[in-house]
């Protein structure tokens, strides 16, 4: 029997619990491979032996003051074609992602997403084996 997809509309809640965010609106975007969370002031330091990546994260939507501080292990360095078709070399986290009543593990890219719409992109690799996506409604994952 073929497992039952959950389904995404639009833009999605999604929270982190591995730093303590709730509520981040994500655009959902079939478009990317992997998902994108809003960064800035990125910075890798050393930790037993591992790169680790520090960063500072605005939680909510047109919103510069509230910060969030997060650290979190290098999984990768690679490169990404943006929106605009710009090749840029992002850090990827892995993170755990809750999103209705699923959570489960995927890879994060960092980018400063202060002039975008949308805190978090969550792109097809997450998707994929757990969502459908209906383009016409929003907010189908609200507990």
Known sequence: MKKKLAELGWREYVD??????TGVK???????????????SVETFEKNNEVW????????QED?????WCESPVVDYREVTDSGGHNEMR???????IIGD???????TLANRDNMRYRMLLGRRAM???????????YRQIK
């Open 128 to 138: 994929r084996g757990r969502f459908t996506v209906n383009p016409s409604v929003s």
């Open 64 to 68: 510069r003051v509230t910060e969030v």
């Open 91 to 97: 850090y990827v986290i892995s993170s755990k992602l």
């Open 102 to 108: 699923l959570e489960f593990e995927t890879e994060l």
């Open 26 to 40: 994500a655009k959902i975007d079939t478009g990317a491979k992997t998902s994108c969370i809003h960064a800035f």
């Open 16 to 21: 982190f619990p591995d730093f303590g965010i």
């Open 53 to 60: 990546v520090r960063f500072g994260v605005h939680p909510n």
